[in-house]
């Protein structure tokens, strides 16, 4: 996708191409070996954008439409390496992501089961703790044990679940889980 093509797009407030539409065609060539640095160069590109609300939500959308008709897998071009390295470039630039972006990688991270890269970036200091992040980070500590802990005792050392006086809905839901995981009543 042109960046002067996104530019255009996301300026224009008559334009009636909008974030939607330009996540519509990028899932509709899911199917393309380039659609991998396609869909995370145009993110990148539109995210901070009037268009990366719709642009997001309706990526989001394309995504998970095609991983339930494809038993539950991303497109071929979302390679473990892919994504290894995307996030490895992202950390190195120190660029900070929107939650919406974050979003995006966390769950394309997830469905690759890279979970020590999430762990890594939901643990960074500069993270905003969202429940987004929350539950991805439990979801791969859960996955990992870390260093043959329990899943509580895993959760329990992760900063980000180490205040028990204002735990969210996700917080609480999350602890629940590692308690059953551990079989503890």
């Known amino acids: ?104 990688l966390l769950y394309s991270l997830n469905k690759k089961e890279l979970h020590q890269e999430i762990v890594d970036y939901c643990t960074s200091s500069d993270m905003s703790n969202s429940d987004v992040e929350k539950y991805y980070l439990a979801e791969s500590l859960l996955q990992g044990k870390v260093r043959d802990k329990t899943y509580s005792a895993a959760l329990r050392n992760s900063k980000i679940f180490a205040d028990t006086q204002n735990m969210s809905a996700c917080q609480l839901t999350l602890k629940t889980k590692a308690l059953f995981l551990d079989g503890s009543p």
Not at 25 to 37: K, P, W
Not at 38 to 64: C, H, V, W, Y
């Open 1 to 104: 996708m042109d960046k002067d093509f996104v530019r255009a797009a996301s300026m224009s407030g008559n334009c009636s191409l909008g974030g939607r539409s330009v996540a519509q065609y990028l899932g509709n060539q899911f199917e393309r070996a380039s659609s991998f640095d396609r869909t995370f160069r145009t993110a990148l590109r539109i995210e901070g954008t009037p268009m990366a609300d719709s642009f997001f939500k309706e990526l989001m959308q394309q995504l998970n439409a095609y991983s339930l008709k494809n038993r539950n897998q991303l497109p071929s071009s979302f390679t473990k390496q892919n994504l290894s390295d995307l996030y490895l470039r992202l950390n190195l630039s120190g660029i900070n992501l929107s939650p919406s972006m974050s979003e995006l």
